[in-house]
């Protein structure tokens, strides 16, 4: 079965949580499959009828400065290549940052379909600073808030429309 969708994005912009709010809040089973779960962590959502499964990277136990930017950049390779669709987190309240940039880039040279997501629009008047985001040239940001779910349910839409 296909229908595999990845979440990509540096550290901090909220990969995990909103991994978590579309697992959870579908009553999904975060699978920790063994040799997996250092880097990469699985689980299923399901709306409207349809299910697929998703893939929170970037789950690295150490302290997100840490990471190299190396690893980020492997892991987004990693991502286009295993599956159909890949959601790219960015913040909204820092803005682009060099390695959103970075990510961008290889989105973009990847053949997958790119989801943009703008995550920390907690509140309506944020949704305006998303405008910045058509800078990376992979269309338009789906505006979310991964804490309280605003916006999650048009994504989910998009991205069920891709697989
Ligand atoms: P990851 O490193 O990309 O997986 O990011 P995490 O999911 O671990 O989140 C990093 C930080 O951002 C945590 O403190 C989260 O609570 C916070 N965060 C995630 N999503 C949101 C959001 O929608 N709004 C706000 N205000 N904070 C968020
Ligand atoms: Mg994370």
């Known amino acids: 079965m296909s229908n595999i969708v990845a979440i990509v994005g540096r550290p901090n912009v909220g990969k995990s949580t909103l991994f978590n709010r579309l697992t959870k809040t579908r009553r999904a089973i975060v699978n920790e499959e063994a040799g997996t779960t ?10 409207n009828g349809r299910e697929f499964s998703l893939i929170d990277t970037g789950g690295w136990v150490v302290n997100s400065n840490d990471i ?3 690893e980020i950049k492997r892991q987004v390779s990693i991502a286009i290549e295993e599956s159909d669709v890949v959601l790219f987190v960015v913040d909204i309240l820092n803005g682009i940052t060099d390695l959103d940039l970075q990510v961008a880039s290889i989105l973009r040279r990847g053949k997958k379909p790119v989801v943009l997501i703008a995550n920390k629009a907690d509140t309506f008047d944020l949704q305006y600073q998303a405008a ?4 990376f040239g992979l269309g338009d940001p789906y505006v979310i808030s991964a804490v309280n779910g605003s916006g999650t349910g048009e994504l989910l839409d998009e991205v069920l429309a891709h697989l």
């Not at 250092?38 to 709306?47: A, F, I, L, M, T």
């Not at 910045?132 to 800078?135: D, K, L, P, R």
């Open 38 to 47: 250092r880097d990469r962590q699985y689980g299923k959502v399901e709306w």
């Open 132 to 135: 910045e985001f058509y800078a």
């Open 68 to 70: 190299f930017e190396e």
